[in-house]
């Protein structure tokens, strides 16, 4: 056969599935699932496997003895090998595989990139952009991009200008120190690895602490950035939140004199610190020390434009049932720890007060703040299932377009639902306890409803979704 006529070399591909290569069949490389493993029904595995091979000699080999002071150089070449692979960001197995362990030091460079980096000090992109500001670092790459792909657009779910997702990553790589760049590292790391504090977290704790000590004007919303990021790093992992770490957050936000108002990073640390604050109050039912509501008190006032319209201004519609549902749960708190001054008539003056504005909120609110779906529980598969042929379930369909909207609908039901529970508390007649007792049952399915069809499985149960379970 002629040159012309043979056929093209096969190169082996290095994106297929670990599933086809263990059974030695060509992989499609199709994403999540190719068609063999959907074919057979077989688990897509992916991932970096390295493979090293035992090399055995057939006698004993002669040893050399160094002299004293003799310096040996260990090169670590995995990254090297592992650059053939292409790493979905989404993949927690390629992740533990690259090593985002505390002990790992694999944020450092390879001797061979520094000596480039010392070389060539100046390198631009296109010679716009000084190399000290971009990152060049495939660990660093994959964390960032998680982070804005998953952590920021939860952390932005009040503010529609999404700083966290678009500002903050670019102040990131402007402060000099590297604080706010470790932990928005951190919160990337902790994504994929919700049971490991990396070493990126300790990197940023440690270079926080020393900040903290010299607070200064300048560096004060570095402080309080990398405070926060910390503490979304804590929301995310399978521990959960300290409490004295929330309670040192917001009293750092309390002295930078930052309120809900304020502009930019500044009103987006307060107001997700807000939520956290309250997600936590909600979960642990204890008064937290140090954290004052009545600096949302003017989420309250006035009406807001877009009361009743189509769309508009859901930001603040949230903020506003933010407010609420935290009074609410301070009242239930302090209701719970016996609190000295709360009488059966201040409580039930505070429950009917509070459910006047939660009504007035569910009326006011736009469109965009209600749900776009609303289907009842269906019935088992004993009774045949749903009437329109859908899959039966004890809770109902509930589906709503924006995050904020989400969030403040799931605050609502809780708030509705705490206050009933609060009325009964308090000694409500026997005649009015079935209806409180309904309406608990009632908004506790809502809750249900609506965190079922979270879009994020995992970051969402670290949201106000949980709050109502």
């Known amino acids: 056969?002629?040159?012309?006529?043979?056929?093209?070399?096969?190169?082996?591909?290095?994106?297929?599935?670990?599933?086809?290569?263990?059974?030695?069949?060509?992989?499609?490389?199709?994403?999540?699932?190719?068609?063999?493993?959907?074919?057979?029904?077989?688990?897509?595995?992916?991932?970096?496997?390295?493979?090293?091979?035992?090399?055995?000699?057939?006698?004993?080999?002669?040893?050399?003895?160094?002299?004293?002071?003799?310096?040996?150089?260990?090169?670590?070449?995995?990254?090297?090998?592992?650059?053939?692979?292409?790493?979905?960001?989404?993949?927690?197995?390629?992740?533990?595989?690259?090593?985002?362990?505390?002990?790992?030091?694999?944020?450092?460079?390879?001797?061979?990139?520094?000596?480039?980096?010392?070389?060539?000090?100046?390198?631009?992109?296109?010679?716009?952009?000084?190399?000290?500001?971009?990152?060049?670092?495939f660990d660093e790459s994959l964390l960032i991009e998680v982070f804005i792909e998953?952590?920021?657009?939860?952390?932005?779910s009040l503010d529609p200008s999404q700083p966290f997702t678009t500002v903050l990553p670019f102040y990131a790589l402007s402060e000099d120190t590297g604080t706010v760049h470790w932990a928005m590292l951190a919160c990337g790391a902790r994504y994929l690895m919700p049971t490991e504090t990396s070493f990126y977290q300790t990197r940023a704790f440690e270079n926080f602490q020393g900040h903290v000590g010299n607070m200064s004007k300048q560096n004060s919303l570095l402080c309080v950035v990398t405070a926060v990021l910390l503490t979304a790093c804590e929301?995310?992992?399978?521990?959960?939140?300290?409490?004295?770490?929330?309670?040192?957050?917001?009293?750092?936000?309390?002295?930078?004199?930052?309120?809900?108002?304020?502009?930019?990073?500044?009103?987006?640390?307060f107001w997700f610190m807000a939520t956290v604050t309250l997600v936590y109050g909600l979960r642990s039912n204890v008064p937290l020390v140090g954290y004052n509501p009545e600096r949302m008190r003017y989420t309250m006032d006035g009406s807001i434009p877009s009361a009743g319209g189509l769309s508009g201004d859901e930001g603040k519609w949230a903020q506003r049932m933010i407010y609420i549902c935290t009074k609410v749960a301070k009242l239930r708190a302090n209701i719970s720890h016996n609190v000295p001054d709360y009488t059966v008539e201040r409580v039930q003056k505070e429950c009917e007060q509070y459910k006047e504005w939660c009504d007035e909120w569910a009326r006011s609110v736009p469109r965009s703040m209600m749900p776009l779906c609303y289907i009842p529980p269906a019935p088992s598969e004993e009774d045949g299932g749903g009437e329109d042929g859908g899959p039966s379930s004890i809770f109902p369909h509930i589906l709503l377009v924006k995050p904020c909207a989400t969030i403040a609908r799931l605050l609502y039901h809780t708030s509705c639902l705490i206050l009933a529970h609060v009325h009964i508390m308090a000694g409500t007649a026997a005649k009015d306890r079935t209806h409180l007792e309904s309406m608990k049952r009632r908004h506790a399915v809502d809750i249900c409803g609506i965190a079922s069809q979270a879009e994020d499985k995992y970051v969402a149960p670290k949201s106000p979704i949980a709050a109502g379970s």
């Open 1 to 137: 056969m002629s040159s012309s006529t043979r056929e093209p070399r096969q190169f082996r591909a290095r994106t297929g599935c670990l599933t086809c290569r263990d059974r030695h069949i060509k992989c499609d490389e199709a994403i999540p699932r190719c068609r063999n493993c959907a074919k057979s029904d077989r688990i897509c595995e992916r991932g970096i496997r390295l493979n090293f091979i035992d090399i055995q000699t057939p006698g004993p080999q002669p040893q050399k003895t160094l002299p004293p002071g003799t310096q040996l150089v260990f090169r670590d070449e995995s990254h090297n090998v592992a650059s053939g692979y292409t790493v979905s960001s989404n993949s927690r197995t390629c992740a533990r595989q690259l090593g985002f362990e505390a002990s790992n030091k694999g944020a450092g460079q390879s001797e061979s990139g520094k000596a480039k980096e010392e070389q060539n000090p100046s390198t631009t992109l296109d010679g716009l952009v000084d190399s000290s500001r971009l990152v060049n670092k």
């Open 150 to 156: 998953k952590v920021g657009p939860w952390m932005d």
């Open 235 to 269: 929301a995310i992992s399978d521990g959960g939140i300290a409490c004295n770490h929330i309670e040192a957050t917001t009293e750092l936000i309390n002295r930078m004199n930052i309120t809900g108002s304020s502009p930019g990073l500044e009103g987006a640390c």
